[in-house]
C-alpha cells in the first residue's frame, strides 16, 4: 500500500538559514510527488511536483524538491528562509488513481 | 483561468442540526472534485472524491455524505452532526492525477 511519511512534526530555523523538511514514500513503482504548504486557517498550495525527468524541480517561493529513487524521498529545500515561509507543509503521493496520500505535515517555525 | 470556490468559511452548528458545504470551480470541465477533512493537528483525510456528475466515491464510511448534481459543483451533507464532525473541511479539484489538486480556501466547522 502507497504511504507517506514526514518524519518531523515541527522544525524551528532562523530567518536566512537554510531548510530542508523529509518526506519518505513507499510506493512500488515512482509516483507522482507533491509539496504543498498551507498556512493558518487558508487551503493548501501546491509548491512543486515530479513525476519525470530532472530529479531537482523547481518551485515557486524559491523552494525545490529531489527525487532520490534509491532513498524513497522527495526532500523540500530552500537555501535561505524568510519569516513568511513560516506554515505548514505537506507531502503528497500519488499513483496514477485519482487521489492522493498525504504526509501529516511539517510545522516551520522561522525565528527572526 | 480556473478558480474554485467554497463556502462558508467558517461555521458553527449544533449537534443533529444538518450540514450543506457548497464547492464550485470555474474555468474548466469534467474536473476531478475532491473534499477533505483535515482534523487539529492531523493530516488530510480524504472522505470523498467524484470524476463526473452523479459519480461519488467515499473513502470513509461516516456520517457525511457527497453529491455532484452539476459537473462543477460538489456538496458534502450531513442530516445529523456529530461532534467528532468539527474540523477544517478542504475543497479541492484536479484535471487529473499527475497536476496536483487546487483546493478552495476552507471551511472552519465547529459543532457545539
Known amino acids: 500500500a502507497q504511504s507517506v511519511t514526514q518524519p518531523d512534526i515541527h522544525i524551528t530555523v532562523s530567518e536566512g538559514a537554510s531548510l530542508e523538511l523529509r518526506c519518505n514514500y513507499s510506493?512500488?513503482?515512482?509516483?507522482?510527488l507533491f509539496w504543498y504548504v498551507q498556512s493558518p486557517g487558508q487551503g493548501l498550495q501546491l509548491l512543486l511536483k515530479?513525476?519525470?525527468?530532472?530529479?531537482l524541480v523547481q518551485g515557486i517561493k524559491g523552494f525545490e524538491a529531489e527525487f532520490k529513487r534509491s532513498q524513497s524521498s522527495f526532500n523540500l529545500r530552500k537555501p535561505s528562509v524568510h519569516w513568511s515561509d513560516a506554515a505548514e507543509y505537506f507531502c503528497?503521493?500519488?499513483?496514477?488513481?485519482?487521489?492522493?496520500?498525504f504526509g501529516t505535515g511539517t510545522r516551520l517555525k522561522v525565528l527572526a | 483561468s480556473q478558480t474554485i470556490h467554497q463556502w462558508p468559511a467558517t461555521l458553527v452548528q449544533p449537534v443533529g442540526s444538518p450540514l450543506s458545504l457548497e464547492c464550485t470551480v470555474e474555468?474548466?470541465?469534467?474536473?476531478?472534485l475532491y473534499w477533505y477533512r483535515q482534523a487539529a493537528g492531523r493530516g488530510l483525510q480524504l472522505l470523498f472524491y467524484?470524476?463526473?456528475?452523479?459519480?461519488i466515491s467515499s473513502e470513509v464510511p461516516q456520517n457525511l455524505s457527497a453529491s455532484r448534481p452539476q459537473d462543477r459543483q460538489f456538496i458534502l451533507s450531513s442530516k445529523k452532526l456529530l461532534l467528532s464532525d468539527s474540523g477544517f473541511y478542504l475543497c479541492?479539484?484536479?484535471?487529473?492525477?499527475?497536476?496536483?489538486?487546487?483546493f478552495g480556501s476552507g471551511t472552519r466547522l465547529t459543532v457545539v
Open positions: 479541492a479539484w484536479s484535471p487529473g492525477p499527475s497536476y496536483g489538486y487546487t
Open positions: 510506493y512500488g513503482a515512482t509516483p507522482y
Open positions: 515530479y513525476f519525470s525527468g530532472d530529479t
Open positions: 503528497a503521493v500519488g499513483a496514477g488513481t485519482y487521489n492522493y496520500i
Open positions: 474555468g474548466t470541465s469534467n474536473p476531478n
Open positions: 467524484s470524476v463526473g456528475i452523479g459519480q
